[in-house]
């Protein structure tokens, strides 16, 4: 058993015994990765709150191959994201990619594209002048690109999943990718519903796994 760091995004945490919680992690060294927090639901624990989801944090854990689940030992927040907490539609976007992440990443395998994506979105999300919905739909968009599945604007396999949607959405789709392929100045945001919907069924269809958050982020913004 060897101590390991590494920089990681709590990904979901479920409560384990009286005093103890399971937080999944995103990794760039391990993938995803699960740790038991010990002692993390007593009463005043910092772990409380620094094992919040979003949070970024430089972790210490015991590491061993033949265990499923690490011992954390130690963590630090580098930071905490707050205004996606306290935002529902920032926070609902959130919840999106990093589910999509987490989905798209290997238990215990180094995804380091990944994880900056992830963390690049979550950066862009708290910017003020970024539009909620376009950011989750660049990001997710650079997800699939990290995983080497990204859709392109003209190609046969993107024209599988245009097909479902209308003429006028079909070309807000065109529009968007090619900015997207092309590095540009990233998309209008008045074709980031469609252009989520659209990625929402291409990672669904690739990765075999629905993501439940977009269906609390579609009832956000449609409440909103």
């Known amino acids: 058993m060897a101590y390991e760091q590494t920089e990681a995004i709590v990904v979901r945490k479920v409560d384990f015994s009286e005093t103890s919680v399971i937080v999944t992690f995103l990794t760039p060294d391990r993938g995803r990765m699960a740790c038991i927090a010990r002692g993390a639901r007593r009463k005043n624990s910092p772990l409380n709150t620094a094992l919040d989801t979003f949070n970024r944090l430089e972790l210490t854990y015991a590491y061993r191959d033949s265990r499923a689940v690490q011992n ?37 395998q180094p995804v380091p594209e990944l994880y900056a994506a992830l963390v690049r979105g979550l950066n862009r999300l708290t910017e003020p002048d970024t539009a909620p919905q376009a950011g989750a739909a660049e990001t997710l968009f650079d997800l699939l690109e990290a995983s080497g599945i990204a859709p392109s604007a003209g190609t046969r396999e993107s024209g599988m999943f245009l097909g479902r949607f209308s003429a006028a959405d079909r070309e807000r789709l065109q529009r968007a990718l090619a900015r997207l392929n092309d590095r540009g100045e990233g998309i209008d945001p008045g074709d980031a519903p469609v252009l989520l919907e659209f990625l929402y069924a291409y990672f669904t269809h690739h990765l075999e796994a629905p993501l439940k958050s977009y269906l609390f982020l579609k009832n956000v913004a449609r409440d909103g």
Do not use: P, Q
């Open 72 to 108: 954390l030992i130690e963590v630090s927040v580098l930071d905490g994201y707050g205004i996606l907490k306290r935002n529902l539609l920032r926070g609902a976007c959130a919840n999106v990619i990093v589910e999509a992440a987490s989905r798209a990443a290997f238990e215990h």
